[in-house]
């Protein structure tokens, strides 16, 4: 007889897959929205960012400068005409300092030199100062004599069409200098561009905050794709394929998991046979064989505030095998009453399991899980044996760590 399978998977790993996939659905949809939103919200400048700046050179003749804008750039300044705007941060009980300034930046194009604007942060104010002074002597010079100081700054940012604030200052300080509306303007022939290039900026967003949703980002489809592919291929149901891969013989362990999945009614989360106990709860599903099942109790966690009131229990049946590893197995339930019951039935299903805990039943499992088991099996089988332990909670519970 050949076990049951559906698409080459046995049925019941099949089902527990779209049960498990289905269970996992909400947070698969979760991780897409947020994935989405923040490729909506960063996925342009993210992009940008990772592949780099174009290098710009702004005293070299640009045919069309509007052409820049929204694209990533680097430049090295040297000439700055003056600042025509600031943005002040003002704090209750302090000075107000500076937080940025906005400066006029020349562009040389085949038939005169337009402007635009370019804003640097307060760390990067001194090197502009320095630039200003510098063209200013340029200016100035009538006599040849003008030499370079070597005032210079690296910025980069994606170009963008200033906001109305913005470019109010921008259009009050030409007015100011004696120039007409006719030359501020995106219209051909507008000498000063209501355009502005900010430093460390990309799309509106700071490259720091790119960089740091990127990496959100990157972890979030990671998760995601993970969430997906184990979903679909069954990755959650590890620890029963790896047991009936153990097993003495994994063809005839997969017929009976096979039969008893389909014979055995589910109690709550428990499927519970003479031969098999299967916990079928998603990714947290596991199985034991019946003789397998070596030790078990209630166990409480409780979770605490500020390490003194307690504001949740956690309860759960904690199972033990000898044939895994990892041995321990846990059955969460809702509370005390519902761990007991499932103690009281795993007890007349599973006479050869010790039920309850203590630190000496610990130390003897902990030694050795398959001489323990034998000596439990045995001393049942002898008429004048002792009754088995009555569940307990362990004598000291471990606590989470505070929750506030």
């Known amino acids: 007889m050949k076990p049951n399978k559906k698409n080459g998977e046995n049925k019941m790993l099949e089902s527990l897959k779209k049960k498990t996939l289905l269970g996992n659905l909400w947070c698969i949809i979760v991780l897409g929205i947020v994935t989405a939103t923040l490729g909506v919200l960063f996925g342009s400048g993210i992009v940008k960012m990772l592949a780099g700046p174009a290098y710009f050179e702004p005293l070299d003749d640009h045919e069309d400068i509007l052409s820049l804008q929204g694209q990533y750039i680097t430049m090295d300044v040297d000439t700055l005409i003056d600042y025509y705007a ?173 039969r008893f999945y389909e014979d055995t009614m589910q109690d709550g989360k428990v499927r519970m046979s003479r031969s098999w106990l299967m916990y079928d709860k998603g990714g947290n599903s596991w199985v034991l064989a019946g003789d397998d099942v070596v030790w078990a109790y209630q166990h409480t966690v409780r979770h605490k505030a500020y390490g003194i009131l307690t504001v949740r229990k956690e309860v759960m049946v904690r199972v033990f095998g000898a044939k895994e590893k990892r041995a321990c197995h846990d059955i969460y339930v809702r509370n005390e009453d519902e761990a007991q019951e499932i103690l009281r039935q795993m007890q007349s299903t599973y006479p050869d399991a010790m039920i309850g805990y203590n630190a000496e039943i610990e130390k003897r499992y902990r030694a050795n899980p398959v001489t323990f088991h034998q000596e439990v099996a045995a001393a049942r089988r002898q008429p004048a044996a002792a009754p088995a332990a009555e569940p307990t909670e362990p004598a000291q519970e471990p606590e989470s760590k505070p929750l506030y």
């Open 86 to 258: 600031e943005t002040v941060r003002s704090e209750s009980g302090k000075r107000d300092e500076v937080s940025a300034r906005e400066y006029i930046m020349p562009i040389n194009t085949p038939g005169a030199t337009i402007y635009i604007g370019l804003e640097v942060p307060a760390s990067k104010i001194d090197d502009a100062e320095a630039i200003v002074d510098d063209t200013a002597r340029m200016l100035d010079d009538e006599d040849g004599s003008y030499e370079w100081d070597g005032s210079y700054m690296t910025v980069r940012g994606t170009l963008k069409r200033m906001d109305d604030e913005t470019k109010q200052l921008w259009e009050n300080y030409f007015i100011d200098a004696g120039f007409s509306y006719d030359d501020i303007g995106l219209e051909d022939g507008c000498t000063f561009l209501p355009l502005v290039l900010t430093d460390d900026e990309i799309d509106g967003s700071d490259t720091f905050v790119l960089g740091f949703m990127g990496i959100v980002m990157l972890l979030v489809l990671a998760l995601l794709i993970w969430f997906v592919v184990r979903s679909l291929t069954g990755g959650f149901q590890k620890q029963i394929r790896n047991y009936i891969k153990a097993s003495d013989d994994p063809q005839a362990t997969e017929q009976a998991l096979d």
